[in-house]
């Protein structure tokens, strides 16, 4: 059974329909990697997945686990071990980052019928996690991403993940923004994580993340379906290349 | 005929009963023949008046005379029910270590309050004692203060009946928080009480007032506070709005302010039918630092009014107020803010933000900022918004596996957040910020 199966989703936003029938198959263990040009509906996959409103899907199934996935809330998503790593990184303000990575943390463990981690450990996770991705532990005690550079954000979203430990993880982007050691560091922290349970999505517009996070599968998306699906050699292609000839085929 | 004939307008049962307490109450009210005639030019004004309704600017939003149906008769003194109740009063403010002044009905009941041991340069003592006394200091400072041409001050002055008197000499620093605990028992009446504190010179004071009772009964009160902040005084204030469900609640704060001073004033309101809470504060001498702020929190169909107006006499003054409203149910809260910069207060710096959250599609929030700047080398600048909770925000929590509900009690407890992290005492903050998620819990159920 794959981990995560996408049948046919249709997704329309304000009665635009941008998925227009997109397949996708994602088993435990491996890396994907999806790419496409703007438009192309990448980040709409991403939100219809982690279930935003207004993020409507018409037709088709995902099956998370075997189980129907948009029959889930967004925290029961995220409790059954979904993690979605935002493009953009909300800034919450007066809401201190130990706390809420606890509050995340213990709710999913809670729903899971798992107890809740001691602080004690939890802060010396957090501590390790936080080293490795370059987090200062003063910012740790601010507002969650406020006052954070963009880079620091996706980093935060990182870390937040490692401390999660979902079985799918989606990745948005991750890398825009990001310069080479940023991206460097992302990379490791996401590489640390790659095990034979778990599997993760990689959505982004340029190769080079794809150098230090190595897919299995590289998929193209245009258009709101897949077009093509290879390995990663694809994604050099495509750097090559360009997207055109992707837009014309759907076209014909 | 006379054609400048005053009209006279139809009074309300209010109005006449109140007018009917003051003419049985006068005679034995406490105070020397000066204050008496304090007393009855105050009801004069009243008299004239009328309680204010909706077509008085500065009460639109609160129309007094016909949110109060009726006005209760003067509280009695407490028996002693009343006052064993009202030894397990003062909960909300938890384990925060204070010298207790405790009030039952408007009465200073001395047997639940703590005044020995008083810290050097500490004077306490209740307003029905300094006005029997004819203590000159009290009346050298009784009414300076509070605005007497407002209607609530002016009934508030006419029917006082006790408060506190207290008095921190120049100099000194009182570190335990003085806490006035104006208890009502329940019984449908009336109390008037009227404070004062003068913090002297370099002397330095946290004063907390809290206002509770039961609910169920629709007791009134007007509560009164003359607070007079020296030169280089540290005065820091916390009052807590607890009162009953179903009761009405009308204070106000008049505050003198010295010049290098530090003033802060924090006012938490949860509790009441109906709330209006007033603040007059003159910045009086040059280069003060002022904190003003406030949480409220209502639901159903409660009805909360906060009125400021911060006056900036002297020059170099830095105010900053920031008010946080939360409505539920049908609740109406109201926040009007005026900043007055006078022609000789240059370099002034205020700032003013009122933010109201509004949980559910029937509460409403009015926020009305003024400015009326006279001066010309100042900062000034106020915001005021109103909205619903940030569902872009709800949904990250929410998939990070914080469940609707828990995740919109961490963003409202964050919005308040903002308005009470400004209180320098940190276990009030605490307590404060508990009496929030217990608010928050309450609303989940």
């Known amino acids: 059974m794959a981990l995560l199966e996408i049948k046919n989703l249709h997704v329309e936003i304000d009665g635009k329909e941008i998925l227009k029938g997109l397949d996708l198959a994602v088993n435990a263990g491996e890396v994907h990697a999806i790419m496409g040009p703007n438009g192309s509906g990448k980040s709409t996959l991403a939100y219809v997945l982690a279930g935003k409103k207004d993020y409507e899907p018409t037709a088709g199934e995902v099956l998370f686990n075997g189980k129907n996935l948009f029959a889930m809330e967004p925290d029961e998503r995220a409790a059954a071990g979904f993690f979605l790593a935002f493009q953009y990184p909300l800034e919450i303000p007066g809401v201190a980052t130990m706390t809420f990575l606890r509050t995340a943390l213990n709710a999913q463990r809670k729903k899971r019928g798992e107890a809740e981690l001691l ?23 601010r507002a969650v991403n406020v006052g954070f550079s963009g880079g620091e954000k996706k980093r935060n979203e990182i870390l937040q993940m490692a401390l999660l430990e979902p079985r799918l993880a989606v990745l948005d982007e991750t890398d825009s923004g990001l310069d080479i050691d940023a991206l ?43 077009v093509k699906t290879g390995g990663k050699e694809l994604a050099l292609e495509l750097e090559a290349r360009g997207y055109a000839e992707y837009q014309e085929e759907v076209a014909a | 005929m006379n054609a ?32 008496a005639a304090q007393r009855a030019a105050a009801f004069d004004l009243f008299a004239r008046e009328g309680l204010p309704h909706r077509r008085v600017e500065d009460w639109k939003y609160t129309d007094l005379r016909a949110l109060m149906r009726e006005a209760k008769p003067l509280a009695s003194p407490p028996d002693a029910a009343a006052k064993a109740r009202a030894k397990t009063a003062g909960t909300l403010i938890g384990d925060v270590e204070s010298r207790r002044l405790v009030f039952v009905d408007g009465a200073f009941v001395p047997e639940l309050s703590d005044i020995a041991a008083l810290e050097p340069g500490l004077a306490v003592g209740s307003l029905a004692a300094a006005l029997s006394a004819n203590d000159a200091a009290l ?39 003085l806490h006035l605990l104006f208890v009502a028992s329940g019984k449908p009446a009336a109390t008037f009480v009227r404070s ?46 607890g009162e009953g469900a179903d009761a009405l609640h009308v204070s106000t704060l008049a505050a003198a302010i010295g010049a290098r001073a530090r003033f802060n004033t924090f006012t938490f309101t949860v509790g009441g039918a109906v709330v209006r809470n007033q603040l007059f504060l003159n910045f009086d001498g040059e280069d003060t630092v002022a904190g003003v702020r406030g949480a409220t929190l209502i639901k159903g169909r409660q009805h909360a009014d906060t009125t400021l107006v911060a006056n900036h006499i002297a020059r170099g003054c830095q105010s900053r107020e920031v008010f946080k409203t939360v409505l539920d149910g049908e609740a109406h809260g109201v926040f009007q803010g005026r900043i007055i910069v006078k022609p000789g207060a240059q370099k002034t ?38 909205g619903a909770l940030d569902e872009e925000l709800k949904f990250y929590l929410m998939a990070r596996g914080i469940p609707a509900a828990e995740a919109e009690a961490l963003l409202i407890h964050a919005f308040l957040g903002e308005a009470i992290e400004g209180i320098e005492h940190a276990g009030l903050r605490e307590v404060l910020m508990e009496a929030v998620v217990a608010w928050l819990k309450v609303r989940g159920s």
Do not use: W
């Not at chain 1, 080293?131 to 200062?136: A, F, N, S, V």
């Not at chain 1, 794809?210 to 590289?218: A, G, K, S």
């Not at chain 2, 700032?351 to 900062?379: C, G, H």
């Open chain 1, 119 to 141: 602080t004690p450990e939890f802060l010396k996770k957090v501590r390790e996690v936080a080293k490795r991705l370059g987090i200062d532990q003063e910012m740790l005690r």
């Open chain 1, 184 to 226: 460097k560091i992302v990379a490791d922290g996401v590489n640390r994580l790659r095990s034979k349970e778990r599997a993760f999505v990689v959505i982004t517009h340029y190769q080079r993340l794809l150098n230090y996070i190595v897919p299995d599968v590289v998929h193209v998306l245009s258009r709101g379906r897949v």
């Open chain 2, 4 to 35: 400048l004939a005053e009209v006279t307008v139809m009074k309300t049962a209010a109005e006449t009963a109140l007018a009917q307490a003051f003419a049985q109450a006068r005679s034995r009210l406490p105070g020397s023949d000066a204050v």
């Open chain 2, 139 to 177: 009346a050298a400072h009784l009414g300076k203060l509070a605005p007497a041409s407002d209607v609530a001050v002016a009934l508030n002055t006419a029917l006082m009946g006790d408060g506190a008197v207290i008095r921190i000499a120049a100099g000194s620093t009182i570190e335990r928080p």
């Open chain 2, 196 to 241: 004062l504190l003068v913090v002297e010179r370099g002397a330095r004071a946290m004063l907390i007032e809290s206002h509770e009772g039961p609910p169920g009964s629709d007791y009134q009160v007007n509560a009164a506070l003359e607070l007079f902040a020296g030169d280089e005084a540290h005065v820091d204030h916390v009052k807590i709005i």
């Open chain 2, 349 to 386: 710096d205020a700032k003013m933000m009122t933010r109201a959250l509004l949980l559910s599609e029937r509460a409403e929030a009015d926020n009305k900022p003024e400015l009326e700047i006279f001066a010309d080398d100042v900062q000034c600048g106020h915001g005021a918004t109103a």
